[in-house]
């Protein structure tokens, strides 16, 4: 599996299926490429997915705060894979590249569309959590989300990673119970967890300006807004605004899933894509 440089940061990525049709796929935080094994097998005969560890995840460079604000950072790392499948498959597909993003990913995902619109050929937004859209359409869904993450929030306060691991996989999850999974992997998630609070500042805050007037507005391309029945109603909120500002936006929903629907909902995920797909 390849391993290099990409926006000066050691990255590890890799490919699933062998489809005529090159895509980019930014997983969620603490998760890695891998995560899109399933979806990458689903589509198998019609696309070949590239999909890289973040900054900090998987088998990347861990991320410290001196190599720059999370977000900004996995944005730089992406746009460096973006660039090279569009001059890869220039001839092929002169719009630029189809580029895929689940939850931070998908933050990462509609950051370099709006950034780098004429790389993106496509993009399919899988419950981008930039809660940010949120509450500019309703002040009070601040205090909901508050709420919704107040026992993430008071372990965080108490220095307990693993306390705070725990809380949030059990609201953004792929709905396993906490004591259910491996020990390495509870003492991964325990370990990773300040990522989240790193990346906080892009998606509550929207440090980068990617709602700035105009902005939403240059992403041309067709986009897809997918989520899961049963994920957190902020995720709803997050998909309607960002809908009514993007030009070429349509929505699908997963019956049945919650917020980690790639994985644990494949099969129903590919449906929606290659119907997706199909059409651009």
């Known amino acids: 599996m390849p391993r290099d440089l990409r926006a000066g940061v050691e990255t590890h990525w890799t490919s699933f299926g062998h489809g005529p ?23 198998a005969d019609s696309m070949t997915l590239v999909a890289f560890d973040l900054p ?3 088998q990347s460079a861990p991320w410290r705060p001196d190599m720059g604000e999370v977000q900004g950072l996995s944005t730089a790392v992406a746009l460096d894979f973006a660039t090279d499948l569009a001059a890869h498959d220039r001839a092929d597909a002169p719009g630029g590249v189809d580029l ?32 940010a859209v949120a509450f500019a359409g309703d002040p009070a869904a601040r205090d909901a989300y508050e709420a919704l993450m107040s026992d993430y929030a008071r372990a965080v306060g108490a220095g307990d990673p693993e306390a705070a691991a725990r809380a949030f996989t059990a609201i953004w999850g792929d709905g396993r119970d906490w004591d259910s999974l491996p ?18 500042p892009a998606l509550m805050e929207d440090v980068a300006g990617v709602l700035a007037p105009g902005g939403l507005e240059r992403v041309a391309c067709p986009v897809l807004l997918l989520g899961g029945s ?50 651009v």
């Open 183 to 200: 020990a390495a992997a509870r003492a991964a998630l325990a370990r990773d967890i300040p990522m989240i609070d790193a990346a906080a």
């Open 230 to 279: 049963t994920s957190p109603g902020i995720t709803e909120a997050i998909a309607e605004g960002l809908a009514t500002r993007l030009p070429r936006a349509e929505r699908a929903m997963i019956v049945g899933a919650g917020h980690m629907a790639p994985i644990t909902h494949p099969r129903q995920v590919a449906s929606e894509l290659q119907r997706f797909f199909d059409a």
């Open 21 to 43: 049709r090159r895509a980019l796929a930014i997983h969620c935080s603490l998760a890695h490429g891998k995560s899109w094994a399933g979806l990458g097998t689903q589509l």
């Open 100 to 131: 895929l993003g689940h939850s931070f990913g998908a933050t990462v995902a509609l950051r370099l569309a709006v950034e780098h619109p004429e790389l993106v050929r496509s993009l399919v937004l899988i419950e981008p959590v930039l809660f």
């Open 56 to 58: 900090g995840h998987g």
